[in-house]
């Protein structure tokens, strides 16, 4: 069956450094893979989009990599600080399809001043 | 912010008992869903709305049905609640589906809990 992982212990990094958040797939060739943002008692929120012909995809502090071969997607927060602070969650996206069926549980980013 | 209120935001009900949570929208997309989301999992999808009166199955729909009279709203009922049932419940709402990328938009969520 399809499956999305993440890492589910917290994330721990220090102000000012790079945090690196990882989302695995298996049995799944989705064709694009969005990351959202959640914060406690809310919603997620839409960060970013990586299409499967894209390698990279930047956003201010944030980067996104998709590696089909190694079915990773890899999210980045440059020069952090606490206000990204958030649980991340990934969702891979398969063509034609108009709803998601699938997400990861999500990895929570603590960053520490 | 996404035009997207659910109410109630907060619920407690007893096992039997029906429940009807709302998704209202004021953005006028055409599709709207509903998630649950527990500790551990990922969103879980229950139903999803592409069209007035125009509803399908997500992979955790049993215990739960929808109806959709209006573009702006979208109801979820728990017909008889169940304590496994006890979750937060995520409406979304997406002009154009998620086929291609596109991006969803949530709602507050509402936590309900069920004795």
């Known amino acids: 069956s399809q499956k999305i992982e993440q890492n589910s212990e917290a994330l721990n990094i220090q102000e000012g450094k790079t945090a690196t958040l990882t989302c695995n797939y298996t049995?799944?060739?989705?064709?694009?893979l969005q990351w959202y943002r959640q914060d406690p008692g809310r919603g997620p929120v839409f960060l970013l989009l990586?299409?499967?012909n894209e390698k990279e995809k930047r956003k201010e502090r944030l980067k996104v990599t998709f590696d089909t071969t190694l079915k990773q997607s890899l999210f980045h927060i440059t020069a952090s600080q606490p206000a990204d602070s958030a649980t991340y969650l990934c969702?891979?996206?398969?063509?034609?399809?108009?709803?998601?069926?699938?997400w990861g549980a999500g990895t929570k980013l603590i960053i520490k001043p | 912010d996404a035009g997207i209120t659910q109410s109630p935001r907060h619920k407690v009900t007893e096992t039997g008992t029906p429940v009807t949570l709302r998704c209202h929208q004021t953005?006028?997309?055409?599709?709207m869903y509903w998630y649950r989301q527990d500790p551990g999992h990922g969103l879980r999808l229950i139903h999803y709305?592409?069209?007035?009166?125009?509803?399908d199955k997500g992979e955790v729909s049993d215990g739960y049905s929808v109806s959709r009279s209006k573009t702006e709203d979208f109801l979820l009922t728990l017909e008889s609640a169940t304590s496994s049932q006890t979750s937060v419940y995520f409406c979304?709402?997406?002009?154009?589906?998620?086929?291609?990328?596109?991006?969803?938009?949530f709602g507050p969520g509402t936590r309900l809990t069920v004795l």
């Open positions: 969702a891979p996206i398969g063509t034609g399809s108009n709803y998601q069926l699938i």
């Open positions: 049995n799944y060739s989705p064709a694009y």
């Open positions: 990586i299409r499967e």
């Open positions: 953005e006028n997309h055409r599709y």
């Open positions: 709305s592409y069209g007035v009166k125009d509803t």
């Open positions: 979304a709402i997406s002009d154009l589906g998620t086929s291609g990328g596109n991006e969803q938009f």
